[in-house]
């Protein structure tokens, strides 16, 4: 169940903690900061928000717990990334509003496709963007060390 206190926010300038915090957090706890990393989240609105993406929060009694963001490869196709929920806010739903809000904001921007980048490791995500609809696709090489599975889902 979705805790009803849970609300998705907008990045706006001054938010620039909560999604390095967050993405350090889940990173460091089952994989590695990459170069990448720590270039996207020490500059989110360069990085993100000034090449065209959207950085997504999620409050919780005055917190923030989770953050997603859709990241600019061409104008219709956008990577889900970023997206991490604290470890003391898991079991809320916060993935899955997460996830929902990213789908809505995909479809209102007439956005084709979204893509993402995960691990098979990480059961619970994956069997998520399943259930959503992402379909596994091949795997370029390169781009995340991390990565050992990337997924897609056409918007309809």
């Given amino acids: 169940m979705i805790h009803p206190e849970i609300t998705i926010i907008d990045f706006e300038n001054g938010l620039e903690e909560p999604i ?3 993405n350090y957090e889940w990173l460091e706890r089952y994989f590695r900061l990459e170069d990448s990393d720590i270039k996207s989240l020490a500059y989110p609105k360069a990085e993100i928000i000034d090449k065209g993406g959207f950085i997504f929060y999620a409050k919780y009694q005055d917190e ?8 600019k490869k061409s104008d219709a ?25 990213c789908l809505k904001f995909a479809r209102d921007y007439k956005i084709e496709k979204l893509i993402l ?29 991390r990565a050992n599975i990337k997924m897609e889902l056409r918007i309809e």
Avoid at 77 to 101: D, W
Avoid at 117 to 144: C, D, M, P, W
């Fill in 117 to 145: 980048y995960s691990n098979t490791q990480l059961g619970s995500a994956i069997h998520l963007y399943r259930k959503y609809g992402f379909e596994e696709v091949e795997l370029e090489s390169g781009l995340y060390e």
């Fill in 77 to 101: 196709i956008y990577e889900l990334g970023k997206m991490a929920v604290t470890e003391k806010a898991q079991g809320l739903g916060i993935g899955k509003l997460l996830i929902e809000h």
């Fill in 64 to 71: 923030f717990v989770g953050t997603a963001s859709l990241l």
């Fill in 20 to 22: 390095k915090r967050l």
